[in-house]
């Protein structure tokens, strides 16, 4: 075997396609659109060397156009979840053993597939699959998936490189990374085809073997994930891919003794059962697993008196809207100083009223259709019970329909009360509620963002005053993991804003970062001694 201590190519953002009229990558990507519509794929699990069919079919449709069928796939059980387990623990042993540049190559040959032949096809499994624009399926499904394998890489080195700094004369003091011992559950959401890709392959990049599940809504791009990585080598085992209900393989995954870590992105509520369920069982296991895990947000932009008008309804807008506000970190509260509010409030007004809402395949869309009719309904009924609060105004959107897609207006609410039910819970949706606030309340108000949430994932303060701006980044120090400054409060990139918060939002664990890839290995220090004594006394011993 070959020996040596490889530099790795050194990680550079992956840069970003506009999809501009006439452009080649605007017409390769409606002919992947076209291709994607054009036929019904049936979608096996992957499970060891096998791709699994049951006879349970269950449809994907584009959530924009729910009449449309283009993909099956095959509702798994318990036992398929048990055949997971078995096939990732038969792989662990080759898997871990396998030199590490051997692994890196793995991934890194997944970054270029992606990058090259599988971008287009990808996106627009996103966007189908998710309805995204194709803004928003290029920065998740292609550069944050690129970026996410390529600086996981360079990060692995970096860890495998640590070592003691000293080793006295006649002993050799160092450090080895060992993957846990069992198998990783990743658990993944709808929102980002990157975080689908990035959770179990983080894992079994460090060694790790993986049970991965998918959020149902997902699985049109997160099984294109799963050829790419089994194209680029990645041997059979390793990560293993089901489709089951999440009962079924909470039962069988939290009750095996082998079980030794989850990675998870979703709801705080789901989280908070895992980690009971985890606790309740913790005498089952042969280790401590490791619980890493991202959940909810109700993130935040604060504009100061002091502001840039235009900045904050660029910021406000964008962040509340782009893929209808179904992103962790999109804005969902804003507080705006009185003195700035009808300022804003009028370019908000007009440059809302140019968004166009339809499906993606349509690039002149920036909105588009909400994932399930069960998000449509909780939206909606949040919508209603607005129009009808005393306090409350709607001053855009309002309106929304479900009969061809899952479609809801970008709506604005203005309350009086900084405390009213949509400032305080997690809607996922492209609802915004704005509180106005006088000016001379700024420290009252950095009172109430830093209570009113259990959330503390993302925010903003919108200021051109430095002081207001120094005071905010304190106060507001343990509200959000991500933390913006004259920016929206979306849009972490790997790499330069690793992302997580704290509270209800998660164990801020920071994808795209070292810190990270840390939670996927065990370390054991050795020490070697070259000329061990031979005589078990020491000097103090000795007779004066």
Known sequence: MLKGFFNVPVPVNEPILGYAPG??????????????????????????????????????????????VLATFSRGSKTHVQQAIDAALAAKANWENLAWEQRAAIFLKAADLIAGPYRYKLNAATMLGQSK???QAEIDSACELIDFLRFNVSYMTEIYKQQPPVSPRGSWNRVEQRPLEGFVFA???????????????????????????????????ASLIMQIFKEAGLPDGVINLVYVKGPDAGDVIFSHPDFAGIHFTGS?????????????????????????????????????????????????LRGSFEYQGQKCSAASRVYIA???????????????????????????????????????????KYIDEAKKAKGVEIIAGGNYDKSKGYFIEPTVLVVDDPKYTTMCEELFGPVLTVYVYDDKDFDKTLEIIDTTSIYALTGAVIAKDRYAIDKATHALRNAAGNFYINDKCTGAVVGQQPFGGARGSGTNDKAGSMINLLRWVSPRTIKETFDPPKDYTYPFLAKD
């Open 187 to 221: 658990l993944t959401p709808f929102n980002f085809t990157a975080i689908a890709g990035n959770l179990p392959s983080c894992v079994a990049m460090m060694g790790n073997v993986v049970v991965w599940k998918p959020a149902d809504t997902q699985i049109y791009a």
């Open 23 to 68: 452009s080649k990558e605007r017409e390769l990507l409606k002919a992947a659109l076209a291709e994607g519509r054009s036929k019904v794929t049936d979608i096996p699990m992957y499970i060891g060397d096998k791709e699994v069919f049951t006879d349970e079919k269950i449809n994907i449709t584009p959530p924009h156009d729910h009449q449309h």
């Open 268 to 316: 705080t509520g789901v989280f908070q059962d895992i980690w009971n369920t985890i606790g309740s069982n913790i005498h089952k296991y042969k280790t401590y697993p490791r619980i890493v895990g991202e959940t909810g947000g109700k993130d935040f932009i604060l504009v100061h008196g002091s502001a840039d008008a235009e900045v904050s309804s660029t910021a406000i």
């Open 338 to 380: 009185k003195s700035k509010w009808p300022q804003i409030k009028e370019y908000l007004l007009r440059d809302l009223a140019t968004l166009k809402m339809g499906p993606t395949e349509d690039f002149t869309n920036f909105i588009n259709a909400v994932i399930d009719e069960k998000s449509f309904d909780k939206l909606a």
């Open 133 to 135: 624009n194709a803004f």
